[in-house]
């Protein structure tokens, strides 16, 4: 029994197994990064409480960002998750595609750290956004994989498949809005991430499940 | 069999199985990175042995700020394990909660270096304790779902369900508490967290149960 | 039923899944660190849209330094991946030779930072390359104690094996020539890399398996 | 099925694993942290390839330092993976011996960049060698929880439990003699630390068990 259970536990059938496990560590890390790059105000003792409250005001964007791209890569990490659900076969074929998702994942603490670290600026906006489009585009294509043969399980339902693939499409689409709107009105950059709800809306309409 | 085995490996069963190992990284991670903020000294070659030990003992906020969150989170961690082992229901719905929790975990080396970096003042001590009650909060609430249907495992005993929430309503009293210590003699805010132990021995006799 | 499970799970065949756990880690960790040595520039508050960009432009090497190790990094990932699926029994003869390539593999951010931060010097991509071929080395070394008895699973297929085993010995010549090329056009030292799917096929061909 | 297969998943037996994979996170993570304090050198561009070795001479301690510390953290995962694989049942009472191991492991690097930093130095070897002491001390006491009732498995051999506290009793033995050689010869202090399988040889023979 043992070594039954040892050669199902290793076998090739393990390699998506092993894979998800490694993304997940991927993103954990990622997310955990993010706080490293806000400093902590170190104020000469004896400082009046105000100079502290200050010091932490003014750590306002750091906070913002790190918030934000918490979510964002949370959100990615939560995609992927309800995508591999859907699988359960490996193919060598997942390997490339998903590295390339975690490239572009461990690349977002600094493009976080440069839209911190220039608040309300134009470019270091663009690029978070432009950067969020590539990690999209990436994430929908590994979802297209994850969701055909030879990967997809022969038991996940396609109205579940239907409805992760539109919640890639609506992150892709979200995304390029946010990067126009980053274009015109920098700071309302990020915050036109929000559309992403309504993207997936509008496409769930579109598709006829109004639910 | 194979086949069987991982359908049920990647089911939607697996999914709370995924979030508690995403879960268990993130904590993993915070608890380890909470060391690099201390800065190793580095003196003239050939100083004397008393200015190694001078350099150390300078170090001894940033120490004792290490060794508090290290055990502040790990006991987060083994709360957080206690609660969801009592869970067997993967539910969509523990997503958000689950990330607002680790969010603010992630947070939390932020707030020890900055309680550290400008010992014994009040605003660093007072936001370090109010943070840990938010967290505390965002624990309290996970440990609501977890522990209430559809996610509750039908096998889990009432009286553990029960144990579970009065700890994480110490956890939320205890930091309340050590706040409210802050603000008056704040080197004291740190060490007030130690009534948490007494606030569940207040919360267990308050349910009449002694033991 | 449970005590049983519990057994198999912690007796001795699970030491090859922790192993591969612990690696996994250290992969995955590695491969995320890469990027915290790229630091967001941090202009004027009100430069010009050009000097953003001109600074990112700046910072190209550093990027393209995380792409290469990234994916370099990914492969011996995925190669670890590929050799362990072919293991079903631990062997304490593996823990040294698995921590040697992790020590390797952990070293990888030191030696791309070397080579990004001097870009196109000779000196730095050498040691970038020459590091590679230890990493190759040891990943070599630690293929064929997986690749044989009493590690090797019994049900392994000898075509799967033989291919892995040529798989690593590619990048241990590939390493070799990017060495060899680095010390005559260093810029060209990290392309040559790309000639390690060439070996492979030309291992193959040699082997007598031209598919 | 799916059901029984999950609450065994998530019932108590669950917790054994749950804190196995979080001390093996923690060790992944603080073993590849080390080489974070190892800084790239930078030189002005078309710099002699001399200047480059010799930067990374320059570097030597530091890079000594590093692998010294791979292998004892490296090591002081394989005993924790040895001594857990004894255990089969979980107990609340592990948790906090777990975690001062994983505390005093977690401290690691700043004692390995604090001797890296000042090479040669008696206070900061010392330091190294007796805080090694102290993870050793609670790993021996963590080894002595898992082998012995309610922890240890029933179908572990007396044999292997002897052998897996005398390794941890030598790593103790091993430190204290580095800590006392570091007192006289500072230099020597980290390469006594080779003593270690030396003392766990002389304890094999005190207890007649030559092999």
Same mark, same amino acid.
């Given at each position: ?7 199902? %536990? ?16 991927? #993103?954990? *890390?990622?997310?955990?990064?993010? @706080? *490293? ?5 170190? +104020? ?9 409250? *200050? ?30 659900? +859907? ?6 074929? +997942? ?15 600094? #493009?976080? %750290?440069? %839209? ?5 600026? &134009? @470019?270091?906006? #663009? ?17 297209? *994989?994850?969701?055909?043969?030879? @990967?997809?399980?022969?038991? %996940? ?13 609506? @992150? ?30 509008? +496409?769930? &309409? ?6």
């Amino acid at each position: 029994m043992a070594e039954r259970e040892s050669t199902v %536990a290793h076998g090739p059938e393990h390699g998506l197994e092993r894979m998800i496990f490694f993304s997940d560590a991927v #993103f954990a *890390i990622v997310i955990t990064l993010l @706080v *490293i790059d806000i400093h902590a105000p170190h +104020l000469p003792f004896g400082s009046p409480d105000r100079d502290y409250w *200050i010091s932490l005001i003014n750590l306002g964007p750091e906070f913002l960002g790190f918030f934000i791209s918490f979510f964002v890569i949370g959100f990615f990490w939560a995609g992927h998750h309800r995508a591999m659900s +859907l699988a359960s076969h490996y193919s060598p074929r +997942l390997i490339f595609p998903n590295l390339m998702l975690l490239a572009s994942v461990a690349a977002m603490p600094f #493009f976080t %750290a440069f %839209a911190s670290a220039n608040p309300m600026m &134009r @470019v270091p906006i #663009f690029c978070y956004c432009a950067w969020l489009l590539v990690a999209a585009v990436l994430n929908r294509r590994l979802q297209a *994989i994850v969701t055909h043969p030879p @990967v997809v399980s022969e038991t %996940a339902s396609p109205e579940l498949i239907a409805v992760t693939r539109e919640r890639g499409t609506a @992150v892709v689409l979200g995304s390029l809005t946010a990067m126009a709107v980053s274009l015109i009105v920098p700071w309302l950059g990020q915050v036109a991430l929000c559309t992403i709800p309504l993207w997936r809306l509008a +496409l769930r &309409r579109f598709a006829g499940r109004p639910r």
